[in-house]
């Protein structure tokens, strides 16, 4: 068995060509088919001229084409970026000129949205639109979709192995804009295979795919599903009874959500011959009542509560056996990972001892895109027990506190960043910030997080209109933000201050003083749901 990401499709379409891989609305390939997509679209990639390790962006919502640009850029030598669908103009060109993708695959309208963006992107050749590419006029060649599945590439795919990189997943950080946590083949390969042993995925599994690929958390529903050879079924959905609806019709097995959307299928009516043997939760602590909830609405499927960062993808689950007994924990250590709860010195804490969840093993990740100063932050040596071994091993520090009990199992603290989680997402402040700071007669601004009842955290802004005589327009600030940021960062809650905002001695913004204020800015949502 090859340790290439594309070779979890290859292999199954080996072993079992005529089985169902993907099911995309009324689309359906069985894994010869899927494998033949992947190959045409690494030709066509390496007929655009694609270089070995260059970027390979894919814009688009999740499709059979989507599947096949980041399965085929893999199998070409290059390496696949997927981008939320979500994102805006501004994000988007962010992540294409931050890793200097060469080819970007998205739709026709999506292209034409980006187009004050791509000026500003000199090493993007070619847009592949998936659809009709006449009437596109931009400063770089379009193709259509199948117009570059239908050219011959001059020369065979890239030789890599299973050290090189193979995807870049964009995730917020606590300043600045998204960063770019690059993944070998190996974390990749190494990711599907844990998480399938521990989940008992098989080819008899019927997996949704809900969750962006552009996370960690929803790509691993196809990288799972390819490698144990089960189908993957790609889903779009709009109202969270799509979901319900989707269950049944296609008989689904898997499911992954984050904590937002399970409360809100938590009180649908499932069907009472529901066919998930398993569904899980990431992206945050699925809330006591939702948990109890699900499992009254479908007792025939099995719980997995699960604890990841996107710079190892997955550390921990817990056993549904457990659940019961120790609800609040994150579990052990997924199969082919190490995790520890260190002191700030490295020593390892005591049982019940608050400390950072450092993860070591095959799923750590390469750092970051084009940042050695976070790499180093957050990427660091490990101490190895065995002193004869010279080579030096590194591991993610997560930056996160835990604490271990005395029979191993974890159990989440607190977040050592100001990131705010909302609806499932990491959002930066920062990025919210700047995109306050742009607007007309805002000052000075300041966004943090808020307890919310149904989103985890709800996002609150302060601002500042400096000196001017007339005040700020919540409303059209509002409508001005959604025009710029996606749905999931834009605030929840606007509230207009009376002067300059608070300063900490070293003079920046007090934002933990303004949090502390506005810690009960969503009480009242928090009261109509109790």
Known sequence: MSELIHSLILDSAARSPAAEALADRGRRLDYAALAAAVERAAGAFVGLGLGRGERVAVYLEKSVENVAAMFGAAAAGGVFVPVNPLLKAAQVGHILRDCAVRILVTSPDRLRMLEAELAACPDLRVAVVTGSAEGIALPLAVVGWEQALEAKASSGAHRVIDADMAAILYTSGSTGKPKGVVLSHRNLVAGARSVASY???????????????????????????????????LLNHLLPRDVVRTVAEERITGLAAVPPLWMQLAPLAWPKDCTLRYFTNSGGAMPRATLDALRRAIPGAAPYLMYGLTEAFRSTYLDPCEIDRRPDSIGKAIPNAEVLVVRPDGSECDPDEPG????????????????????????????????????????????????????????????????????????????????????????????????????????????????????????????ALKAQLPRYMVPHRLVMHGGPLPRNPNGKIDRKQLAAQHADAFAEQRELAA
């Open 199 to 233: 989940l008992r995925n098989s080819a008899e599994d019927r997996i949704l795919a809900v969750l962006p690929l552009s996370f960690d958390y929803g790509l691993s529903q196809l990288t799972t599903a390819f490698h144990s050879g089960a189908t993957a079924v």
């Open 356 to 479: 950072e969840l450092v993860h070591r093993g095959a799923l750590v990740s390469l750092g970051y895109w084009n940042d050695p100063a976070r790499t180093a932050e957050r990427f660091k040596p490990f101490a190895r027990r065995e002193g004869g071994l010279t080579l030096t091993e590194m591991a993610v520090w997560s930056g996160d506190t835990v604490r271990r009990d005395r029979d191993g199992y974890l159990y989440f603290v607190s977040r050592a960043d100001e990131m705010i989680k909302t609806s499932g997402y990491r959002v930066s402040p920062t990025e919210v910030e700047e995109a306050m700071l742009a607007l007309p007669g805002v000052a000075e601004a300041v966004a943090f997080g808020a307890a919310h009842p149904s989103l985890g955290q709800g996002i609150v802004a302060v601002l500042w209109a400096g000196d001017q005589a007339a005040p700020l327009d919540t409303n059209a600030l509002s409508a």
